[in-house]
């Protein structure tokens, strides 16, 4: 299956929760130093009102792992970036993400 992308860095397999997107979008365009994002499973949760909320949770070989929380859903994000976790979630709170 081939992949759309938003500037060959933004993979899109299935679609992405409200407000997310343009949220990935500016993190791409600020930050050179992140390769790509790929957004992964969506979840239903129940504590996921409000803002768009992003929480870095692990590091991957490549980058790191995130939830993004908004619209009474989770979905995972998997960010290819060689970024320290705090300069991540910075550049992710700069582009409009409440971090946690």
């Not at 600020?30 to 992003?54: H, L, M």
């Not at 619209?71 to 976790?85: H, N, V, Y």
Request: glycine share 6%; charged share 25%.
């Amino acid at each position: 299956m081939r992949l759309r992308t938003a500037q060959d860095r933004l993979k899109v397999e299935h679609s992405i929760i409200d407000g997310v997107r343009a949220i990935l979008e500016e993190l791409l365009a600020s930050n050179p130093a992140i390769r790509s994002i790929i957004p992964g499973v969506i979840r239903p949760v129940r504590d996921a009102r409000g803002k768009v909320r992003v929480r870095v949770t692990v590091p991957t070989l490549n980058g790191w792992k995130a939830l993004a929380l908004s619209a009474g859903a989770r979905q995972e994000l998997f960010i290819s970036t060689d970024l320290t976790k705090e300069a991540l979630e910075a550049a992710l709170a700069k582009a409009g993400a409440v971090v946690p």
